[in-house]
């Protein structure tokens, strides 16, 4: 149990640190809406690639654990997710929104999860990870029915890639606390 907590223990830093470097990525993009649309494109392939490598690498430290078997879908998606948009950035562009809606979307079920598994036992922190799932479910909502996609792409795809990693550190910081607990809820 102690190896597995240790484990748990560095793969919740390294996803924290993935969290900072793509929220400032986000920043970058929602503060330069002057980038064109192609670079976006680009590098929102480029995070969805990123995201499902690290959702496989999960899987594979993690296989001997049921609940991680979904990050096999989930990181197989991102992955062709993230090859198409970055060969086709232009191609992508309206319909950039939709994807990163649905993704945030699947993300939001995904943390409701966490907060079915937290709620069942007793941890006090599930209030706090079903305002987290319900918020990414919203955020992804918005992104895939923006009305002014067209327009504000940039800005758009840049707030909502800061919003979900804020959200999403605020997730891993929690975990990291009350690793021992939740690992026993894991199970």
């Given amino acids: 149990m102690k190896k597995i907590e240790e484990l748990f223990q560095r793969t919740i830093l390294k996803e924290m640190i993935y969290s900072v470097v793509f929220a400032i990525l986000g920043l970058i993009i929602f503060l ?5 649309n192609k670079t ?22 993690r296989k001997d654990i049921s609940f991680w078997k979904i990050n096999v879908f989930y990181g197989v998606l991102s992955i062709i997710l993230g090859i198409f948009i970055m060969f086709n950035p232009l191609a992508m562009i309206n319909f950039l929104n939709i994807l990163l809606g649905l993704w945030l979307f699947v993300e939001g079920i995904s943390k409701f999860m966490y907060f079915y598994r937290f709620r069942k036992i007793e941890e006090s922190s599930y209030r706090v990870v ?28 840049g707030m909502v890639i800061v919003l979900y990693n804020v959200l999403n550190l605020n997730d891993l910081v929690l975990f990291k606390k009350r690793c021992s607990k939740f690992m026993k809820g894991l199970k």
Wanted: glycine share 8%; hydrophobic share 60%; proline share 2%.
């Fill in 32 to 36: 330069n809406s002057d980038m064109t």
């Fill in 40 to 61: 976006a494109g680009l590098l929102i392939g480029i995070f969805f690639l990123f995201d499902g490598i690290l959702y496989l690498y999960m899987f594979l430290q």
């Fill in 130 to 157: 079903l305002v987290s799932s319900i918020s990414m479910v919203l955020l992804g909502l918005i992104a895939m029915f923006n009305p002014f996609r067209a327009i504000i792409i940039t800005k758009t795809v």
